[in-house]
């Protein structure tokens, strides 16, 4: 679909999801081993498939997901029938803390707010992943992606870290909002970006819509963060054992 800008600029658009809910706790109340390589729950793929009907008119043209399980399984059923072609990308895998301090961690507060330091210089996701160098390969991703122009409608479906450094290279904020841009499990957001007809060059980028979930639009039974549920499950099943 061609949209063009009121100063004649070309307008393309990005959707981006975060993957559908999953579960990082097994049966037998124990915290996974790989989260990587978590599949979705059955609300995980309802979330999904809800979404894709409510975007079913959406003409989307490019599909690219995050390489996980959890990823290509929203993008497959979010993209139910449409003959697109999901391209996984290892660029777009969310952060990944260290094991060693998942293991040791004795206050879940900090889990639920392990994104707060995210701006602080040289700060780290969980003893694990840089948030600086995940900011600049996803950028770069992203960049890669964009010159690409045979496309103007693309589904991005992606994780709540690696959306935050999508939005806020949208917002031109970088790390700086990361901590308060929350992703609810498949959740849309709306990204527009005009480029200069003749070279390319973005000239605006504006965010229309952000963590919008087709199940909940006003988030009236999600008072929690994403982080948080992910603690709360936590807890339960701690307390439970």
């Not at 260290?98 to 889990?111: Q, S």
């Not at 992606?158 to 609810?184: C, E, K, M, P, Y």
């Not at 909940?216 to 999600?222: I, L, R, T």
Request: charged fraction near 25%; hydrophobic fraction near 40%.
């Amino acid at each position: 679909m061609l949209r063009t800008a009121f100063d004649g600029s070309r307008r393309r658009r990005i959707y981006l999801f975060r993957h559908g809910d999953v579960s990082y706790v097994d049966d037998k109340g124990n915290r996974v081993a790989d989260a990587s390589a978590v599949p979705l729950t059955d609300w995980g793929r309802e979330q999904a498939s809800l979404t894709g009907k409510a975007l079913a008119n959406i003409p989307f043209d490019r599909a690219v997901s995050s390489s996980f399980p959890r990823s290509l399984e929203t993008a497959r059923l979010i993209l139910e029938g449409r003959g697109l072609e999901i391209e996984p990308l290892d660029h777009f895998v969310e952060l990944r803390g260290d094991p060693a301090f998942r293991n040791a961690v004795t206050d879940l507060n900090d889990i639920a707010y392990s994104f707060r330091d995210a701006h602080v210089p040289g700060a780290r996701y969980n003893g694990g992943d840089s948030f600086e160098d995940v900011n600049a390969r996803v950028v770069s991703a992203l960049e890669t992606v964009i010159a690409e122009p045979d496309w103007d409608t693309l589904a991005l479906v992606a994780h709540g870290g690696i959306n935050r450094l999508v939005i806020g290279w949208a917002l031109g904020t970088g790390l700086s909002t990361f901590a308060a841009l929350d992703q609810n499990t498949a959740c849309v957001n709306v990204i527009d970006f005009d480029e200069h007809p003749e070279t390319r060059t973005i000239v605006r980028k504006t965010l229309r819509a952000l963590n919008v979930t087709v199940y909940d639009p006003v988030k009236e039974g999600n008072h929690l963060l994403s982080l948080e549920q992910i603690a709360s499950r936590l807890k339960v099943k701690e307390a439970a054992a």
